[in-house]
Nanobody, 127 residues
Framework: QVQLVESGGGLVQAGGSLRLSCAAS????????MGWFRQAPGKEREFVAAISWSGGSTWYADSVKGRFTISRDNVKNTVYLQMNSLKPEDTAGYYCAADDTGGSYDYPQRAYEYDYWGQGTQVTVSS
């Protein structure tokens, strides 16, 4: 069992930056593939980014590629999402997720591959 707590959301102007953090409990953080998803009101949850156990592999949605960077610190049990050049369409609740079976490695965009979810942090980008 792992608990995930996101932080770092807020209100930012278009073109600005935010860094989200997701702190995980437990001692086996390095055994999880970690992902970030987002959900805007009235829309389905969508994949944003994911990172493999050691950070050697990363995956991004086309909509954020080149603007967002996912990283992890396995000593601090934390995964980060650096978001630059933010756009109003990035406005959403952002959720981190952990996969402890490895099923997301081939399909990181599949939300059902992830076993644990945080409560989310809101990001609002004004135009």
């Amino acid at each position: 069992q792992v608990q995930l707590v996101e932080s770092g959301g807020g209100l930012v102007q278009a073109g600005g930056s935010l860094r989200l953090s997701c702190a995980a409990s437990g001692r086996t953080f390095s055994s999880y593939i970690m992902g970030w998803f987002r959900q805007a009101p009235g829309k389905e949850r969508e994949f944003v980014a994911a990172i493999s156990w050691s950070g050697g592999s990363t995956w991004y949605a086309d909509s954020v590629k080149g603007r967002f960077t996912i990283s992890r610190d396995n000593v601090k049990n934390t995964v980060y999402l650096q978001m630059n050049s933010l756009k109003p369409e990035d406005t959403a609740g952002y959720y981190c997720a952990a996969d402890d079976t490895g099923g997301s490695y081939d399909y990181p965009q599949r939300a059902y591959e992830y076993d644990y979810w945080g409560q989310g942090t809101q990001v609002t980008v004004s135009s």
